[in-house]
């Protein structure tokens, strides 16, 4: 699976952004997809998933709420849209994909490169 992410750039506090991650192959279906962020000096850090189907999601405290994943399964795409955007939230973000689905412990085989987010105050 390849990924190819994209969407990212600057916004100010309170504004939107919607990311997209262009996945290849004709199982995309079968694949658990997710977003991660990183920032310079830490790990990267889950911050929402969703399931083959669409039909599960899940979140990360910090994001719950103002977040939403999606998947487009006849484009083969999967998005994030990010609203009320806060500076916590500028980071380099990176779409993901595996067989396994979430469980908490969620590390994907797959991933794309990152796109920059950064909000501004």
């Not at 919607?18 to 850090?45: D, E």
């Not at 916590?88 to 994909?97: F, G, W």
């Amino acid at each position: 699976v390849q990924l190819q992410a994209s969407g990212g750039g600057l916004v100010q506090v309170g504004g939107s952004l919607k990311l997209s991650c262009a996945a290849s192959g004709r199982t995309f279906s079968r694949y658990t997809m997710g977003w991660f962020r990183q920032t310079p000096g830490t790990g990267r850090i889950f911050v929402a998933s969703i399931d083959g189907s669409g039909a599960s999601t899940f979140y990360s405290d910090s994001v719950k709420g103002r977040f939403s994943i999606t998947r487009d399964g006849a484009k083969n795409t999967m998005y994030l849209q990010m609203n009320s955007l806060r500076p916590e939230d500028t980071a380099l973000y990176y779409c993901a994909a595996d067989r396994a689905p979430y469980d908490g412990y969620w590390y994907p085989q797959y991933w794309g490169q990152g796109t920059q987010v950064t909000v501004s105050s």
